[in-house]
């Protein structure tokens, strides 16, 4: 074991403080203590209990495919978005890859897979990635029907030779604030209106040296129309109570992870709002909700309708769209509504 500091703090100091503190959760007492959560995971690498493994996301993921039903968690710093199913049609890529099953939905950004682990405690198992600054990207937990020899299989292929206890972590990057260019605004209102797929929005207002909320704040209606905070809860207690199947996106710049389909209990518990489902269960701290904003982007297939939530720092929250289809045009229907 080596015997180096973490932001000065020893990894036998961070051991103790998670002995002293067995019910806090990991994200919280890393952040009371001044670290980071994998700087706080890495203090307790044994080898077998903790095991430092490969995030590479080609071999990571041909292992997930194999551990049958599991829990896919990915969140950013106000929402946590958690999907039971199997990991299904992988898709490696250099810059941008992808799993498109039909419960398990995820954009990844491999670059900022940095550092990873397995950890067994017990009957419970995961598999845990962090981004350069040591902040959870993604998480895979074992239920209890998944394969757990797979799990085995996955940490003996994957473990690496360095079972330090200490990892090298760089700053956390700020959030973007809202970046507009007011002297660009005709070209952005044309622009949108010549967009034929909702991928083209981000290279659009990149171009013009803005970004997605400084964009929404300028180009005003028929584009986007701001909401009240309290209209984000609104619309997901309306899309369960009329059975409007949604597309929720919640995501951090590593992982981007989707639910599609209906969604039933949307309960509030504290400054919490969450949406508690048989496979699906959304967490979210609707009282960091700073901006939210109806968006109307054209596609070939027609208007693409959007609730988009940021927090006061500029940083996207979660995205909720109707699902392809049928039930888009019951999705923009009701969305039009909020707010009036």
Known sequence: MTTSTVLGRAPSELRQ??????????RDLADQLGVSEAELLAARVDGETVVRIDPALDPLFARIATLGPVLALTRNEHAVHERDGSY?????GQHAAMVLGPDIDLRMFPRHWVHGFAVSEGDKRSVQVFDAA???????????????????????ELRVENQSDHIE????????????NPEKLDILRKEW???????????????????????????GAPYVRALDPADLTAALYGAAEKNIPIMLFVGNQACIQIHSGPIHRVEPMGPWINVLDPKFNLHLRADKVAEVWLVRKPTKQGDVISIEAFDAEGG???????????DAARWAEYANTLGL
Do not use: C, W
């Not at 972590?169 to 507009?180: D, H, I, Q």
């Not at 034929?196 to 929404?216: C, E, I, W």
């Open 134 to 156: 040591g902040d959870a990207v993604h998480k895979v937990h074992l239920r209890a029907d998944s394969d757990v020899a797979a799990f085995e299989a996955l940490v003996a």
């Open 17 to 26: 403080a998670l002995q002293d503190n067995p019910k806090r959760r990991s």
């Open 88 to 92: 299904e049609d992988y898709r490696s």
């Open 169 to 180: 972590t760089t700053a956390r990057l700020p959030v973007e604030a809202a970046k507009s």
């Open 193 to 219: 209106d010549g967009m034929t797929d909702t991928h083209q929005f981000l290279r659009l207002v990149s171009k013009l040296r803005m970004n997605r909320l400084g964009a929404y704040r300028i180009v």
């Open 316 to 326: 996207l929250i979660l995205q909720m769209f109707g699902v392809r289809g049928a």
